[in-house]
């Protein structure tokens, strides 16, 4: 298993996972499940996301290194919260890793390709009873913010942050750096997610 930190209105762990998912697929080792906790980062930085700010960072994305996604992202319906959404993905992991994991890439999926305001009960309801996950769920929501303090006391620099046995690497398929007026400079870097994937697969 490989757990990974992250926000799921994170537009760099949106790419990052795909990354890990295809790099996972092409080593033959789909078996390995990512437990995709919580890291979210509302809680760290005290404050919602912007959607303007959010909106860079995709562009940025976009034109660097993922021209394939975010073909319908919507910054008019970019949630305020990410907790329902992620209280959902812990929910889902409840019922198995192969749930866990499929609801965490369907939630990406619905706002950084779909458009949709994943904070919005009626979405949230439509992908739950998609792969037979409740939305309303106390446990859950705890399960979150446990997710946070756990996060924060293993040293979690960011999302997405990657665990495995005693590895771990944070945003390890992306190099980020700043340009000239402060928007990202992103370049793609396979070498450490491969390095830390075959390591970590080795051992599973």
Not at 39 to 55: R, Y
Not at 113 to 135: K, T
Request: proline letters at 6%; glycine letters at 10%; aromatic letters at 6%.
């Amino acid at each position: 298993m490989i757990e990974v930190f992250a926000d799921v209105l994170c537009p760099f762990a949106h790419v990052g996972l795909r990354t890990v998912a295809a790099r996972r697929h092409a080593l033959g080792r789909d078996d390995v499940h990512l437990r995709v906790r919580a890291w979210p980062l509302e809680l760290v930085n005290g404050a919602p996301l912007d959607p303007g700010h959010t909106a860079e960072h995709v562009a940025d994305l976009r034109a660097q290194v993922a021209p394939g996604l975010f073909a319908g992202f919507d910054a008019g319906r970019f949630p305020r919260t990410s907790l329902p959404a992620l209280a959902l993905a812990a929910a889902a992991y409840r019922a198995g890793d192969t749930t866990g994991e499929a609801v965490s890439f369907a939630l990406r999926d619905a706002l950084f390709e779909d458009g949709q305001d994943i904070s919005a009960p009626e979405v949230l309801d439509a992908i739950g009873r998609r792969f037979g996950v409740p939305v309303e769920d106390e446990a859950a929501r705890a399960s979150v913010l446990a997710d946070w303090e756990e996060g924060r006391s293993r040293g979690v620099k960011g999302s997405p942050h990657l665990f495995c046995g005693t590895d771990d690497v944070f945003c390890p398929s992306l190099h980020i750096t700043r340009a000239p007026g402060g928007r990202a400079r992103v370049e793609a870097d396979r070498e450490v997610l491969d390095r830390f994937l075959r390591g970590c697969l080795r051992a599973a």
